[in-house]
């Protein structure tokens, strides 16, 4: 095992492991947000729909209160909303990552030098330039009142 070999998968498994991490906090991020998001919007449609009738009546009045009082749906929409905002979230963290992600990939798995120097210096540039851009503010549009 050469250094090369070494050096390359190391490169890759502390990127790759720090994009999944990424990955994964995002996904997090997303799926809480769209659970209270959703939880809300349901409230407040129950509330509303509960607070209307279309005419005094006890029989309907206890319909609507067992209907509101019925919370396995909505613990079925949370549970569904968690999942498919963690789906979303995963997806927007692999597009934001996948520079680093198939260089990590490709200086992993390559069996050629070549490929590996190749994917080992894609990997070093992919994550100076997460770095400039991400931590130092230098693309950021500074002036918002011009056009």
């Given at each position: 095992m050469?250094?090369?070999?070494v050096?390359?998968?190391?490169?890759?498994?502390?990127?790759s492991?720090?994009?999944?991490?990424?990955?994964?906090?995002?996904?997090?991020?997303?799926?809480?947000?769209?659970?209270?998001?959703?939880y809300?919007?349901?409230?407040?449609a129950?509330?509303i729909?509960?607070?209307?009738?279309n005419?005094?009546?006890?029989?309907?009045?206890?319909?609507?209160?067992?209907?509101?009082?019925?919370?396995?749906?909505?613990?079925?929409s949370?549970?569904?909303?968690?999942a498919?905002?963690?789906?979303?979230?995963?997806?927007?963290?692999?597009?934001?990552?996948?520079?680093t992600?198939?260089?990590?990939?490709?200086?992993?798995?390559a069996?050629?030098?070549?490929?590996?120097?190749?994917?080992?210096?894609?990997?070093?540039l992919?994550?100076?330039?997460?770095?400039?851009?991400?931590?130092?503010?230098?693309?950021?549009k500074?002036?918002?009142?011009r056009?």
């Amino acid at each position: 095992m050469t250094v090369l070999n070494v050096a390359s998968k190391a490169a890759a498994l502390m990127a790759s492991g720090a994009s999944l991490y990424d990955i994964h906090s995002l996904a997090k991020r997303e799926a809480n947000i769209k659970r209270e998001s959703n939880y809300a919007d349901d409230f407040i449609a129950q509330n509303i729909g509960a607070s209307k009738l279309n005419y005094p009546s006890a029989k309907h009045n206890g319909m609507k209160q067992w209907i509101m009082d019925f919370q396995y749906p909505l613990q079925l929409s949370e549970v569904w909303n968690l999942a498919s905002g963690y789906v979303v979230g995963a997806a927007k963290g692999i597009c934001h990552n996948f520079a680093t992600l198939g260089f990590s990939a490709l200086a992993f798995f390559a069996k050629k030098d070549g490929m590996k120097k190749f994917g080992v210096i894609g990997l070093g540039l992919s994550v100076a330039w997460d770095f400039i851009k991400n931590s130092t503010n230098l693309f950021e549009k500074t002036d918002y009142l011009r056009k």
